[in-house]
Nanobody, 123 residues
């Protein structure tokens, strides 16, 4: 059973950094494809970054390229999202997702989700 739990969110000023994590307490990260998505108030959930379990494939939304880095520690069963140079428009609830198709940014194709962690960037 997959049990994804995010942590590390919080309040940060514009230009600041945060690293959020997603752990899988239910099993070893056996999913081949994982990702981070985010949902701002009143908006749809959008893809932020995707990664293959081996780490050889990564994909980023245009809005975060060059600022965010997705990584995975399969031994520790933890998925990370390092967020640098944060902007107010990055404010959202960030969710990790697992077991989606390779490089797919469609949230409907991921069956397993964490509950989310709030990231708030003040101006």
């Amino acid at each position: 059973q997959v049990q994804l739990v995010e942590s590390g969110g919080g309040l940060v000023q514009t230009g600041g950094c945060l690293r959020i994590s997603c752990s899988d307490s239910g099993r070893t990260f056996s999913s081949d494809n994982l990702g981070w998505f985010r949902q701002a108030p009143g908006k749809e959930r959008d893809v932020v970054a995707l990664i293959s379990r081996s780490g050889e494939m990564t994909h980023y939304a245009d809005s975060v390229k060059g600022r965010f880095t997705i990584s995975i520690d399969s031994a520790k069963k933890v998925l990370y999202l390092q967020m640098n140079c944060l902007r107010p428009e990055d404010t959202a609830v960030y969710h990790c997702a697992a077991d989606g198709p390779r490089a797919s940014g469609q949230d409907s194709r991921y069956p397993n989700w964490g509950q989310g962690t709030q990231v708030t960037v003040s101006s």
